[in-house]
């Protein structure tokens, strides 16, 4: 406050409030920690909120607005996705190096390793239609148009995986569910790399 002004007129804050974003800030600390204590990993939250994707949204309990729906489905992402994450971490720390995404292959591999003639695609369970539980699920609602797409994306993934080896490639499928057995999915990619080496 300068002098000869008798108010301040400038911005006021609340002593001992945070400000909006500062809490923000704090609750995803605080969830964070919560996480880290009760030892729930990164590709668990993955299969959970892809669970909640597949169940709720799609079942009969659904109350949400289609709006609402159709923004919810836009947050379910295409590439970068925290499976693919995981098998590049594991991938670097076994000394492989990759390129991501090709997108001159058929399908657009996850992660290639020109090197070994190698495609890999990490595949959601329930989008791609794995044999496991969560892959055979089926939404409660509206089967006739979500059973035709499912089924579209599994009969596109042989067809593309068809292609690339018809190129010469060696195709490796992770599942989202073999992220849960680490050292085993680690001595999978490597028989599997090893194998193509030896091609």
Known sequence: MRRGQDKWSGPTFQIGTPSPALRGSLIRGE???????????????ESLAHAFFAGYIFSGMDSVSPEKRSWVMAQVK???????????????????????QRKDL???????????QAALFVHGCYWHRHDCPNGQRLPKSRLEFWRPKLEGNR?????????????????LIIWECQLRGADTLRENIRAFLEGAANK
């Open 78 to 100: 295409g590439r970068n996705t925290r499976p693919e994450k995981v098998v590049r971490s594991i991938l670097y720390s076994m000394g492989y190096r990759f390129r991501l």
């Open 106 to 116: 058929p399908g657009k591999p996850d992660i290639v390793l020109p090197k070994y």
């Open 155 to 171: 009969e596109r993934d042989i067809q593309k995986q068809a292609l690339l080896r018809e190129q010469g490639w060696n195709v």
């Open 31 to 45: 969830a964070a920690q919560r996480r880290r204590k009760s030892g729930v990993s990164f590709y668990r939250l």
